[in-house]
């Protein structure tokens, strides 16, 4: 089984910063893009960045130049460090990782369980 566990969402106000944390854990043989996705309230999920496992980055528009994404090879992990908050990055935050549990199998995508991240005043 695999599992992805997310960290560090919260408060916080309009203009602060906030770290996002995903760790990837249990039967791996191997990891290719690993991701962030949002969900706000009445909205659809959306891609907020992906990181390939060569280290290709990929940014929604509306966060390109505010939030930076980076992953840990060996530790399993992505990092998606939130700046320049704004009310309307308000959402459900989700890890997403495409792995490989065997050397034979095929690259799944399997999702974190969500962290609320609310930006206000």
């Known amino acids: 089984q695999v599992q992805l566990v997310e960290s560090g969402g919260g408060l916080v106000q309009p203009g602060g910063s906030l770290r996002l944390s995903c760790a990837a854990s249990?039967?791996?043989?191997?990891?290719?893009?690993m991701g962030w996705y949002r969900q706000a309230p009445g909205k659809e999920r959306e891609l907020v960045a992906t990181i390939t496992s060569g280290g290709s980055t990929n940014y929604a528009d509306s966060v390109t130049g505010r939030f930076t994404i980076s992953r840990d090879g060996a530790e399993n992990t992505v990092s998606l460090q939130m700046n320049s908050l704004k009310p309307e990055d308000t959402a459900v935050y989700y890890c997403n990782a495409a792995i490989r549990t065997s050397f034979y199998g095929l690259f799944q995508h399997y999702w974190g369980q969500g962290t609320q991240v609310t930006v206000s005043s």
């Open positions: 249990g039967s791996i043989f191997s990891i290719n893009t």
